[in-house]
C-alpha cells in the first residue's frame, strides 16, 4: 500500500468513525423516547429500534478505530 491510499483510507475510516457516533447519538435517543408512548408495543419498538441503532453504531465506531490505529501505525 503506498502513502496516497493509505491516507485515502483513513479518511475513509474517519467518516465512518462520526457517522457511527451520529448513528449512536440517534439510537440513545430512540431510546429515550421509550417514556412517552402509552402502549407496550410502542415501547417495544422503541426500545428494539434503539438498541439496534446503539448497537450498529457503537460497532461502527469501534471498528473504526481498530482500523485508523492501524492504518496510523502504517502512515508513520
Do not use: C
Not at 475510516?13 to 412517552?36: E, K
Not at 434503539?50 to 453504531?57: E, R, S
Not at 478505530?65 to 496510523?72: D, H, P, S
Amino acid at each position: 500500500m503506498d502513502q496516497l491510499e493509505i491516507k485515502g483510507k483513513i479518511k475513509t475510516f474517519q467518516i465512518n468513525q462520526a457517522l457511527g457516533f451520529f448513528i449512536l447519538f440517534f439510537g440513545v435517543v430512540v431510546s429515550i423516547a421509550l417514556i412517552y408512548p402509552e402502549s407496550r408495543i410502542q415501547k417495544m419498538t422503541n426500545l428494539i429500534a434503539g438498541l439496534t441503532l446503539v448497537i450498529i453504531g457503537g460497532g461502527m465506531m469501534l471498528f473504526s478505530r481498530k482500523r485508523l490505529n492501524e492504518l496510523q501505525k502504517l502512515d508513520r
